[in-house]
């Protein structure tokens, strides 16, 4: 999804300032960060500053990430405006 899915051309997650959203599941040695920008999202496999860092199991971080459930058993530091227009841009959109 983070590296597929979100770096698409039309992928609609934008932003007038850069901004980090980091991705850093508690069940698994590695982190992503997805650097949105007015220019296609760039994610890359590598923990470091964010503005918005989500953490969780994998598998409630990727549903969550896809709408598919909520935000109450991830932790959410930072800027949360960041990871909401994450949920607000990246969906499956048919048609």
Do not use: H
């Not at 964010?50 to 953490?55: G, L």
Request: proline content about 4%; glycine content about 8%; charged content about 25%.
């Amino acid at each position: 999804m983070l590296t597929g899915f979100v770096p698409r051309k039309r992928t609609p997650l934008r932003s007038a300032d850069t901004v980090v959203l980091q991705v850093a599941p508690t069940d698994v040695a590695s982190a992503w960060r997805v650097t949105i920008s007015d220019q296609t999202p760039v994610t890359v496999r590598a923990a470091g500053d964010a503005d918005c860092t989500v953490s969780g199991t994998s598998s409630d971080i990727y549903e969550a990430l896809w709408n598919r459930r909520g935000l109450d058993s991830l932790v959410v530091g930072g800027d949360r405006s960041v990871l909401d227009a994450f949920r607000e841009n990246v969906k499956v959109r048919w048609g």
